[in-house]
Every structure is written in C-alpha cells, then in structure tokens.
C-alpha cells in the first residue's frame, strides 16, 4: 500500500491532460464503471463536501447503497473513496489502482499523457464504486466544474451547486461571474439542479446556464433561498431550524454541528433528496422518507468542519475569505460566553487578508498562534504574523511546528478557553493525526 500512495503523491497535481474526452475515453475503456449507479454531481466554492455528506447520510438512511467521492483528504488517502460512509479498505484500494494502473500503461506505451493525481484517484473511485455495487454515487468535483474531471459524465441524476465565493481565482476567475460561469458548467439538459440563491451575480450566471440548457421548460430548476430558513437556534452539540419553502412542506431540521454555514448545507441537502425523490420511482411512504431525510442530515458528521478533537478544541476546515466569515459567526454566536484562541496555517497561492482581518473581530478573542502547513505549499507563518498584527494588538506567537502550536493553544485555553485550529484543510488534517481523535487534552 505504501508502494501505491507513494506513487500517486508523484503524480504532478496540475500538468495537460487530454481534457474531458480523455477522461470519458478511459471511462469507457474502464467499462464504463460511472454508468452502473446513480450519479449526483455537486459543485460550489464553499459547502461542497458537507452537502455530498448530508445527501450520502440520508440516501443511506433510506436503504441505498452508497458511494461518496471527495477532496482533499485529512489523514489517509483511502478517506477520498468511501463506500456506505466507511472508507474503503487496502484492499479495494489497491485492486481499484491496479486496474487503473493497467489502462494507464498501456495508453503511455501509446504516447497518450498520463492522468493527473485527481484524475487517476476519480477513475479508482468509479472502479470501487462499481465493484462494491454501490446504487447512489455522490460525487464532489474537484476544482470548478465546466472542466472539472468529474464532469466527464453526461447524464447525472442530479446536479447540485452550492454557495459560490472567490477562491482559487487564479484558475476560475476573478469575479464572482466568472467563478459561477466555471461551476454552473455541471448544467446540463434534462438533469434537474438545486442550488443555493444567495448572491445575486451568482444567481444570474447559473438561471442563464439552466435556461441555456432549457431547465426552465419543464420545471427542473429549484433554487434554495436562505431566507427559507427560518428560526435558527445553536448551541455548542448542535443547530435547529425550519426549511419553509414552496417546493414542499415545512422540515424542522435539526444538524449535528455548532457550524452556522451548516444551515444553508443542510437545507440543499434536503431539498436536493425532495426533488431527487420526485424524479425517481422510490417506494416508501412521504411520511417514511421525511423521516429518512431527517435522521439522515441529523446524524451526518463532517469531518474538518467545526470537529470536536479534543476538550474544546475544534478544527473547522475554512480556508477561503467567505468560509472564514461564515466561521467567525458560528464562533461568536455558539461561544458568545467563551474566551477563544486560535490557530492559524495557510497554504501559500490563498489571498488570506481578508481571512486575517475577518479572525481578529472574533469577540473574545483571547490569543493566536501561527504556524505552517507540512507540505510544500506552505506559507511562512513570520509573513502571515505580520498581517495579524496590524489587525490585533493581543498575544499572538508563530512556530513553524503544529505540535508545538497544539501545546501552546492547550495551554493558553485551560480549562475554560475553546482552541480553534484554521485555516487549511491540511492543517485540519495534521492536528487530527496529532491527536490521534482523542477527545481528551
């Protein structure tokens, strides 16, 4: 297994590759593993892999077997791939690398160009899903959408776009336009689309895509408004709310989370199994699947997102300007009598002002630690201390070793403090493994 892992980390993250033809192409000469389930496409800046989550859970909880695809990981590379919400094993790692190993050499004895990390690992995911005769896929695409990898598949069931910010915007764009123009690219005809109305410039690009793509005709297109949620209540464990909007009757919605972007999470989940239902030949009662729906966005944890891994110690995964907002509220509103400390890693091709200015009107913010990321998109944590302290005038220390930031924010929160670890999901991933998911200090 090693020998494995140590060979996709080589393969260069961003490099040509043959585009969505190609990816179709090995697709087919795979056996076409995509078209033997249910395929549910989601895309978004912010939100993604908790939506796919919520769905996963519910369809789940309705006795479908399923697949959930997502990136990045936080501690083992396995955690992409899961089957029935359980990471696959070794084994089906290994089987599924192989397979697609085998196509891969020989098309480079071809001279065709070698697939990309994300590309070869959504080409195992398929092979494990279609092995383990999954019935539902829920597939999170990688970066953007239009040409995202995992758009090679024409005929989703259903596409989902979440909340849609600035980031990656080297790639995507740099307005929130041309952002949503790259992830309204999952359109497509005849597929029906939820996604979240919540900024006006997004909302434009993604109605004239689906009109583009004649949803309009036939009612296929449900927007999700968030003043649709309504009497939000949130405590540290969890968040209550009421989803009240013209598609179906009221959910009152309970998640188990103290993150507040959860809110809009869950009410596209829940929307996206309603119209999911609607164009399917289900049988089970409307009391019954509700009561599906409900257990299933309940019981769903996410990981990396305001997860518990220690006494008062969270690591929530934000790494982009609105997902540092959408933290900072949760924070002020579940730990509005809590003195907080933060620690703090950004990967370096991130535009992080904005992140820092927004962390430092945190209201009880009590201390932050800076520090790095262990990989080699690091940025020096003396440069980003320098941001922080324009912005506070508190105790702030940096080290470039998370253990050692660990130590410190342990020992500045005592008993009665909340440390709080952000701003990159590889940081996210290295305090994990650090504690080893103990939920003691």
Request: with cysteine; hydrophobic share 40%.
């Amino acid at each position: 297994m090693n020998d494995i892992v140590e060979y996709l980390y080589h393969i260069p993250r961003f490099v040509r590759t043959g585009g969505l033809e190609q990816t179709r192409e090995r697709l087919r000469l795979l056996g076409s593993p995509e078209k033997s389930f249910h395929y549910i496409h989601v895309a978004g800046t912010n939100g993604k892999g908790s939506v796919c989550a919520y769905m996963e859970s519910c369809l789940r909880e309705m006795g479908f077997k399923t697949g959930l695809f997502t990136s990045p990981h936080l501690v083992r590379i396995n955690e992409r791939i899961r089957i029935n919400n359980r990471e696959i094993s070794d084994k089906a790692f290994s089987e599924a690398f192989y397979k697609v190993k085998a196509l891969v050499d020989a098309q480079s004895a071809e001279g065709i160009v070698h697939p990309t990390f994300f590309e070869f690992i959504y080409l195992m995911a398929m092979c494990a899903f279609q092995k383990a005769g999954i019935e539902y896929g829920v597939i999170e695409t990688g970066l953007g959408g239009r040409l995202d990898l995992t758009n090679a598949v024409e005929a989703p069931d259903l596409t989902v776009i979440t909340s849609i910010g600035l980031d990656h915007t080297a790639i995507l764009g740099d307005t929130i336009e041309k952002i949503a123009a790259e992830k309204a690219g999952i359109i497509k005809p005849g597929v029906p689309l939820v996604y979240l109305a919540a900024r006006p410039d997004a909302v434009r690009v993604i109605e004239t895509r689906a009109n583009e793509q004649h949803l309009s005709e036939r009612p296929m297109c449900y927007p999700v408004k968030p003043e649709w949620m309504e009497d939000i209540s949130a405590e540290e464990a969890h968040i209550q709310f009421s989803l009240v909007c013209p598609y179906f009757k009221k959910y009152d919605i309970m998640l188990n989370t103290s993150g507040m972007y959860q809110v809009e999470n869950g009410a596209l989940a829940v929307t996206a199994m309603e119209v999911l239902r609607e164009f399917s030949d289900w049988k089970m009662t409307e009391t019954d699947f509700r009561e599906k729906v409900l257990k299933g966005v309940r019981h769903m944890t996410w990981p990396g997102r305001m997860e518990p891994v220690g006494r008062d110690i969270y690591v929530d995964g934000a790494h982009n300007d609105d997902g540092i907002r959408e933290l900072v509220r949760s924070v002020d509103r579940i730990f509005s009598q809590r003195d907080i400390y933060l620690i703090f890693a950004v990967a370096e091709d991130k535009d992080y002002q904005e992140m820092v200015r927004h962390l430092c009107g945190i209201r009880r913010l009590k201390g932050i630690i800076v520090t790095e990321i262990d990989n080699g998109r690091r940025r020096d944590f003396h440069e980003v201390m320098k941001d922080f302290q324009k912005n506070w005038h508190g105790n702030i220390q940096g080290t470039y070793n998370v253990s050692e930031a660990i130590m410190t924010g342990q020992e500045w929160k005592g008993r009665d403090g909340v440390l709080i670890c952000t701003g990159s999901l590889y940081l996210v991933g290295h305090v994990k493994e650090l504690l080893g998911g103990d939920l003691d200090d």
